[in-house]
Structure formats: C-alpha cells, structure tokens
C-alpha cells in the first residue's frame, strides 16, 4: 500500500477546455479558481488534439490552460491520453485494435478499442506520452499524472493475434515447460493436451464449456498486461521529471488492484465514485474502503458531480444535499485530493446526459453551489483530519484469484459472490469501523482487528491460513465459509475432505453438500430460535473436535441435511474460528453478524440507525469522527464523545447527541 505525499488537501475539478469554444478558457479558469478549487484534472481524452497526425504534435490549447491555471494559483492533475486514440491510428494500424470473443476487431467511433500487448500500440502510446512529458516537464503547476483512464472499463478482454502471440510468452515465463502446463491446466481432461506452447490459444468458441484453468491463468495475464502498460507509461513521466506523482483512477474486471499500486509503480491509487450507481449506501462506503485498502490516503479523480447518463441509462438526479455529502463520503473514508466529474456538461457525444457542476447552458446553479459550500467546509478542518488513519476493528480479506473465480468461472454462486461486500456494508450500517485487505500470504497484516472475515477462499495458501491462525490466536474471531480451502493454486480440487487446509484447525468436516437453486433459502435454526438463511450452496458439517459447539442446525425437513451442523465455532488460542456450512446473502450476514457481533463485543462507534454512516480517524492527541445522514429524514446520533467540537458549524455539542439534517454531515474533533 502506497501513502501519498501531498502535503495538504487538493480540492479540485475536472475540466476539458478542447470540448469548448477558445473565448470560454479564461472565465472557466476564473470561474473555477472562484468556485474554491485548487486542481484541475485535463488532457485524458485528448490525444486527438495532441497528435492530429501521426507525427505531428500540438500543445497550443492546454499551454492556454496551464498558463490560466498559473494566473489563478491552480495546480494540474494531467492525464495521458491513451484509452481512446484518434481514427488515423485504427486506419493506419489496425494490428493495435481490441478483439472480441468471436474475434472480430473492434472499430474506431468510441473508447477503448485498442489492446495491451500490440507493439505498434505501444510504440504510439509511449510516443505521445513521451511528447507530453518532455513538453510539460518544467510546468511546476503539474503536479502529478494520472495514467490512461479507467482501465478494462466497458471492455476487460482482448483476442486480436498480439493478444495471442503476448499469452504464449507469459505461459512460457510462467510455466518453463509444457508439461508443467498440461498439470496446471488438467489437459488429460477431454484430451486437451497441448504439444507446445505455439498450440495453445486464448479461450476461443468452442462447442462447450472452457477449460477453468486456462480461464483463470487469462484473468492474471490480462491483469499482468495492464500491470505492465501501467509501469511502461510511469517510467516514461519519471525520466522527463521524477517529482511528479503518479496515479490511476480506479480498478475495474480482470485487474489485480495490489499489483497495479505495487507493480505498477504508482505513488498512490485513484478512484471514480458514482454513487447513484447503487442503490444502498453501503455499496458505495464498499467502493471507498477498497481505495483505502489499496492507497491511504488515497484520490478521487472522478466524484459524482449530477446526474450521470450515457446513451441507455440516466441517473436520478441526486437530492438537494446529496453531491455534499458523497463528497464527504468520500474525504471520510481517507480521500486526501477529490476533484468533480466535470466542471460543464458536455453538449455532444456519448456523455452528453453525464451532468457535470454546471449544465451544457452554462447557468450556475445548486449542484456548484454544493461544491462551493464543500469548499468553504474543506478549509474549517485542520490538515491532521487528512493524515489521521481510520480506526480499525473489523476487516474483510480479498482476494484477485478468488473472485475472478467466482466472476468468471464457477458461476453457480450468483449474487452470493458478493458476500463480502455484504459484510462490509452490514458493519457500516452498524457504525462498526471495518477494512479490506488482500490475500498476500505472509506479507498479511491483521493486527488491531478484533473481527476477521474470510468468505469462502476457495484457493488459499499456506502462508494465508498460518497468519489468519496467528490473528485469532492473539484474540481475534475469524469467520470462514462454504468452500473455502477446497482448491489449489490452479483452481484444482484438493485431494483432502472439506474445508480441506482448514479441516484440521476448525473441528470440522463436510458430510454432505447442495446447490441451492435461485431464490430457495435454507434456515439454519439456532438454539435461541433465531435463523440464518444460507443461499446458493449450503453444507451438512459433523464437528469433529472436543470444543467445537453448533451455532446452528439444520432442520429435519430435507434427508440429506436432518441432524447435521450448519455453523459452528471452535475455540482457537484466545480467539476463535467460525465456519458457515453455506453462503449468505444480506439476511444472513445481518443474522450471523448479531450473533458474532456479540460474542466478539463490538459495538458501533455511536447509537444511530442504519441511515447514519461513521467514520473515526486518530491523529493522536485529537480525533475526529464524521457522521453522514444517507436518509432522506432528519437522524439523531447519540452517544458522542464528550467535549466533541462540530468543525463544521465551529461549536462545542452541548450534549453527546446530535441531530442530522436530511442529507446532513458533521466533524467532530475531540480527545
């Protein structure tokens, strides 16, 4: 995990002066430094512009806007223009095009469409990055890069011949020898076995189903190829001027989110936050706890501005109140630099209905309003709230492999895939302070958490389980799932009785199994009466150990599970190991939670509904607490500490309560 350098907190917008007419730059500019904004981000999608002709280089325009934004004491978030480049390139290269599935290239007329691995490309990318930088090189009012924009977006996948040519050397690399393949993949499996390495192809159509194992080595070596054009793209901006910081903005299918920070040599993660995309708050709190887990502090480049809309969806509008208090949403998880998406509503193109601050007409109106009041609130808080990490208590493990797994392989799960995003959103509805972190063996860092979630890892190593055991051991209670521990590296079934690797430590087996068709529930009854629906697949456990205990029990109504456990617990060190014999949807995970939560005794940092969100940070000697009402009525929020200080109405809170309005977010500073 990378930490940024900034020294304070950049407040800014996105801004594209080539979709406006010349006569608009210096008023934007002013108008923009008057809005409160200290950045702006420019220049990701203008390649067009900056390379008419193959060759031929510009900079006119964006000189104008760095000029201006020197004029107005505005620093510059500058983008290499590289996901979508001009027609000359698809017409003159066509080898550079992305390739669907069915290996049809796709075509100039939108973004996107070129791939990672085509030599012409990324001779042309490194070209027009290299202009850039050595342009810019000297403008102190650039502060930082973000690298291409959004990667995988819209389309995670790519099949053109270099796509091909690229996955053989990344098999070799990987594996030495064919024979070594053949293992992983299991090619005795309907006679798949491959020969050489030249005979072996990405997943193509074939009559039925794909080889899993070679769908899961394609996950990693896209991933790997977008890793790589990340880092190939950072070296070019740190050679002109190695003061600059180097960012991307976001994590989309097939990335391995860890690798891009680490590997792909940014100074810090950036994330796009749209929160009207969900329909429950607790989704987006999700979105920006993966940032957190992947950068602290981390930026957001892109952040909900109005109504977004492309050419078959348009979002709500968002709610008087609303665009503040997602913002707020967001610097609360850890977000030390956000920056609107965008300054003015494009009059043309694809995302002509993706509404920024202010419209197309060019009216001011509540949306910038909203933005202006963020900045005049932004500078009532002192520069320790930016820096003061959030208070750990529970965390959630990720995992690339895993759910690539459960994305594109054994599907059969549905919806169950998202469990633990489930649990993170059920413990933020409760005020509980809750982390990601991500599966790496034993560079794991758990320490701090009381609560450990590990939903079904189904490839697990060694190294994993021996620090999850460590956890527990010092007091923490760990929560595993179906299926975890079943597969190897390779996503080959174990040869071990379920949960496998975990058998040994947990006190249990696996007597029998289902699927569970969509929309059937299965009750697991505790003993005080209270249920836990398990969906999608559900096990029969036989405890196994002296002090493991049944947490709840299967009914009698079905033979193959009457009389078997369904979740049990078995004392581990000073902690303790519960597994879950199903998956759970958000049901279940609010049931198992009330009981867990108990028995570990956490407890949310204020009494408030589930409307409310809390965020703690710790600056030592101060911390501060924000409180954000996602409700569309007033909340009371009881149970502050005392003495608490609202830095943003600038009073003490006469009592250890507060009441949020609509929409409504506080700070608290206290001791």
């Not at 020294?7 to 007419?21: K, L, N």
């Not at 617990?569 to 303790?576: D, E, F, L, S, V």
Request: with cysteine.
């Amino acid at each position: 995990m990378k930490d940024m350098i900034f020294d304070q907190f950049h407040y800014g917008v996105c801004h594209y002066p080539e979709h406006e007419p010349l006569e608009r730059l210096a008023s934007d500019i002013a108008r923009i430094a008057r809005a409160g904004f200290s950045f702006v981000r420019i220049g990701e999608g203008a390649w067009g512009y900056f390379e008419p002709e193959e060759g031929q280089f510009q900079f006119e325009l964006f000189d104008k806007v760095i000029a201006q934004c020197k004029r107005h004491d505005i620093k510059v978030i500058f983008g290499t223009p590289t996901y979508c480049a001009p027609a000359w390139v698809s017409e003159k290269y066509p080898e550079t095009l992305r390739w669907n599935f069915s290996r049809i290239p796709m075509g100039h007329g939108s973004r996107r469409n070129f791939n990672y691995t085509s030599p012409k490309y990324l001779e042309l990318s490194d070209k027009i990055c290299t202009a850039l930088a050595e342009h810019y090189k000297k403008k102190k009012q650039i502060i930082g890069w973000q690298l291409d924009n959004e990667f995988n977006c819209h389309m995670d996948v790519s099949y053109a011949p270099s796509d091909e040519a690229a996955f053989r050397v990344w098999l070799k690399n990987k594996y030495g020898k064919i024979e070594k393949l053949n293992e992983a993949w299991g090619t005795l499996f309907w006679s798949q076995q491959y020969g050489s390495f030249d005979e072996v192809h990405l997943p193509q159509p074939t009559a039925t189903y794909l080889n899993p194992h070679a769908l899961l080595d394609e996950s990693r070596f896209i991933s790997d190829c977008v890793v790589a054009f990340a880092a190939r793209q950072a070296a070019i901006l740190r050679k002109a001027n190695p003061r600059w910081l180097i960012t991307h903005n976001g994590v989309f299918s097939n990335v391995n989110g860890p690798d891009l920070v680490e590997k792909g040599k940014l100074n810090f993660f950036s994330h796009d936050q749209y929160p009207a995309f969900v329909p429950e708050w607790g989704y987006a709190s999700s979105w920006l706890i993966r940032a957190r887990s992947l950068s602290f502090p981390y930026a957001i480049l892109e952040q909900q501005a109005g109504p977004g809309g492309q050419m078959i969806y348009l979002h709500a509008t968002p709610r008087p109140g609303q665009i503040r208090l997602w913002a707020w949403q967001s610097i609360a998880h850890g977000a030390k630099m956000l920056s609107y998406f965008r300054w003015r509503t494009c009059a043309y193109g694809s995302e002509q209905h993706w509404h920024g601050l202010i419209d197309a007409d060019d009216v001011e109106g509540r949306r910038l309003a909203e933005a202006r009041q963020m900045g005049v609130e932004l500078a009532k808080l002192p520069k320790a709230v930016f820096d003061a990490p959030v208070v750990r208590k529970a965390v959630v493990l990720r995992d690339y492999d895993n759910e690539v797994n459960e994305k594109r392989i054994n599907t059969y799960v549905g919806e169950a895939k998202e469990e633990h995003e489930r649990w993170a959103m059920e413990l933020a509805r409760r005020q509980i302070p809750v982390d990601y972190v991500w599966r790496d063996g034993n560079k794991l860092n758990l320490s701090g958490y009381s609560l450990i979630v590990a939903p079904h890892l189904k490839m697990i190593d060694k190294q994993t389980v021996e620090s999850l055991l460590q956890a527990v051991q010092r007091g923490a209670t760990l929560v595993i799932g179906a299926q975890s521990g079943t597969k190897n590296e390779h996503l080959h079934i174990v040869s071990q009785q379920a949960p496998g690797i975990w058998r040994k430590h947990i006190g249990v087996e696996v007597e029998d199994w289902s699927s569970l068709p969509r929309g059937e529930v299965r009750n697991a009854k505790m003993a005080d009466g209270r249920t836990v629906p398990l969906i999608a697949f559900a096990e029969k456990l036989k405890t196994t150990a002296r002090g493991t205990t049944v947490l709840a029990s299967h009914d009698a109504g079905d033979p193959l599970f009457a009389g078997g456990a369904a979740i049990t617990r078995t004392p581990c060190g000073k902690g303790a190991i519960v597994y879950v014999g199903g998956y759970l949807g958000g049901e279940g995970v609010e049931a198992l939670a009330d009981e867990v939560l108990d028995a570990v005794g956490l407890t949310g940092l204020v009494d408030a509904t589930a409307n409310v969100e809390a965020i703690a940070r710790d600056a030592g000697k101060k911390k501060y607490l924000f409180l954000m009402n996602h409700g569309a009525k007033a909340e009371e929020v009881r149970g502050l500490p005392e003495k608490s200080r609202d830095l943003i109405a600038g009073a003490v809170l006469p009592a250890r309560t507060i009441t949020l309005p609509p929409y409504g977010v506080a700070v608290l500073e206290h001791h």
